[in-house]
């Protein structure tokens, strides 16, 4: 049998099923906490589909933290007026009521009026970046900041028990097999989980809400576009249901086409010159208008959540926990903040400075909100699968995308019990169970306090530092303590709630473990241990 084209090592601490973006979100967290992992994805390379085209506001600042965040910006950039949704009996006579461009023009939510005072409380914002362009940037990342990833790999089978995983690994060009170790499996290998359906993990959720084909083409409609940049056109005909996306508003567009097993029909319904037929009529674009079909993929609409996203040493993290419909733009980005939740209580209890109790937490934080962004894209979808404008400017809170949630666990050391609850921590203000609050540091507004979040506990004084200096030092864990300048110190103050004295303590993941007040000052040390689920 063949060699390996490059030996695979005999353990790893963790291993990651998946290269999308939850997997390669994955391994940039397990880097900057210097964890070593081996990352395998079956596909030869990152996803050549566009899929996901957005990422949010707590997912830019993840990216953010991990010094990425422009880049993917910047390869988004075409796509980044890609706002609104239209309707009508073409694409044509839709854009032609749209007023032309205009100075005034929106170009992305959180310029609204209504969400102003939302997007002032991140240092970032949504933005559009499809996922084929996505991808391959957080892989170079991955690359070049020294990770193991295997692309053409696949996990054949797996086993565990209380001292690790064992695993069958396939490289798929030449279909030699290895045999591996690892302390614990991360599974982010999409909807249909191989991993999922092998640990027979129960779901929730509404189920199927159609089936679709998905029609990626290029066709040149930049003029046509021009000025008057949509996201979404939407077609019901009583023979046509569809969807269509635009990619790069230009030339690069997918069609969702809505189709019927049920009455008995199949994909080989629809050959191409049916569909390219069907794609004139959606674009009202004349005959002679150049169009190129390059894939046709059938899907699944769903919503799914697991149960339980923890099974012993393995965990379920994106689309693997948690599947969706498209039009809460939640897909991807559950998935980012699902690993960069994980990441450091791997490290921390890998490294043998936490509990393995801590892991059980990643279960209590997370699986409420990937199920309630799944069961929200499900509630966004009308009784033909479309999306419905009303209820998505209903939701508009919820998809910005700020992380206005409050985690409740044993990571976090707050007053009284209950669940993870989602829509619940508006605004921001330094809660135990949410996000550490943002705020500028510079008058040029380039420096953010999330800025001081790189994977590590901080200790954040509301006035001087010096007494929670020493404290810290003592901690088997020590925080890093930040003072913030004096002249921020009042803002700071009322933003928190927070007197001269007093301090949070924030979490490896930029969550407030906890409220100190100046009591507290000599039992931070038990604090963290309690955390860390000692």
Not at 169 to 197: F, I, K, M
Not at 411 to 418: F, R
Not at 487 to 515: C, H, I, K, S
Request: aromatic share 6%.
């Amino acid at each position: 049998m063949p060699d390996f084209p490059a030996p695979l090592p005999p353990h790893v601490p963790v291993l990651i099923v998946g290269g999308g973006f939850a997997g390669l979100t994955a391994a940039l967290c397990l880097q900057q906490q210097g964890l070593d992992y081996l990352l395998l994805e079956r596909h030869p390379s990152t996803s050549i589909l566009p899929k996901a085209r957005s990422l949010d506001v707590r997912s830019l600042e993840i990216f953010r933290e991990l010094g990425l965040a422009e880049a993917l910006r910047d390869a988004g950039r075409p796509l980044a007026p890609a706002w609104g949704i239209l309707r009508g009996a073409s694409l044509a006579e839709a854009l032609a009521t749209q007023p032309p461009a205009n100075p005034a023009r929106l170009t992305s939510p959180g310029q609204q009026a209504a969400f102003q005072a939302l997007a002032a409380q991140s240092p970032e914002t949504t933005i559009r970046c499809t996922q084929d362009l996505a991808e391959p940037v957080l892989r170079q990342a991955a690359e070049a900041r020294g990770g193991d990833l295997r692309f053409g790999y696949e996990l054949v089978r797996f086993a565990q028990d209380a001292s690790g995983v064992a695993a069958t690994v396939r490289h798929r060009a030449t279909g030699a097999e290895h045999q591996l170790t690892a302390d614990y499996l991360l599974a982010a290998d999409g909807a249909n989980s191989p991993v999922r359906r092998a640990l027979s993990v129960p779901t929730t959720g509404r189920g199927s809400l159609g089936h679709y084909l998905n029609v990626y083409f290029t066709a040149d409609l930049a003029e046509l576009v021009r000025g008057r940049e949509f996201s979404m056109f939407l077609l019901r005909e009583p023979d046509v249901t569809c969807f269509l996306l635009t990619i790069n508003n230009a030339d690069r567009w997918a069609l969702h086409l809505r189709y019927y097993p049920e009455l008995g029909q199949t994909p080989a319904d629809f050959p191409e010159p049916v569909l390219l037929t069907l794609l004139r009529r959606v674009l009202g674009t004349p005959p002679e208008q150049p169009l190129r079909i390059l894939s046709v993929l059938p899907w699944e609409m769903t919503v799914r959540s697991v149960e339980q996203e923890q099974v012993g040493r393995v965990f379920l993290a994106g689309d693997a926990a948690h599947t969706m419909t498209p039009y809460a733009g939640k897909g991807a980005a559950a998935g980012v903040q699902d690993v960069h939740n994980l990441a450091w209580k791997l490290a921390a209890v890998l490294r043998h400075q936490a509990s393995p109790v801590l892991l059980a937490t990643y279960q209590a934080e997370r699986q409420p909100i990937g199920q309630f962004y799944a069961d929200l894209s499900g509630d966004m979808a009308d009784a033909d699968g479309l999306i419905d404008p009303t209820k998505m400017q209903a939701h508009g809170p919820q998809l910005l995308g700020l992380p206005d949630y409050t985690y409740r666990s044993t990571a976090i050391l707050a007053a009284g019990g209950g669940p993870t609850t989602p829509a619940s921590a508006l605004p921001l203000a330094g809660q135990p169970g949410t996000r550490l609050p943002h705020l500028w540091l510079d008058e040029a507004h380039q420096v953010s306090t999330l800025d001081w979040c790189r994977g590590q506990w901080l200790l954040v004084a509301s006035g001087e530092a010096g007494p929670w200096l020493a404290t810290a030092a003592a901690a088997t864990l020590p925080p890093l303590v930040h003072e913030l300048p004096s002249t921020a110190r009042p803002a700071w103050q009322q933003l928190t709630g927070t007197q001269p004295g007093e301090a949070l303590l924030v979490r490896p993941d930029g969550f407030v473990a906890a409220r100190l007040g100046a009591g507290d000052v000599a039992g931070v040390p038990g604090l963290l241990r309690a955390a860390l689920g000692w």
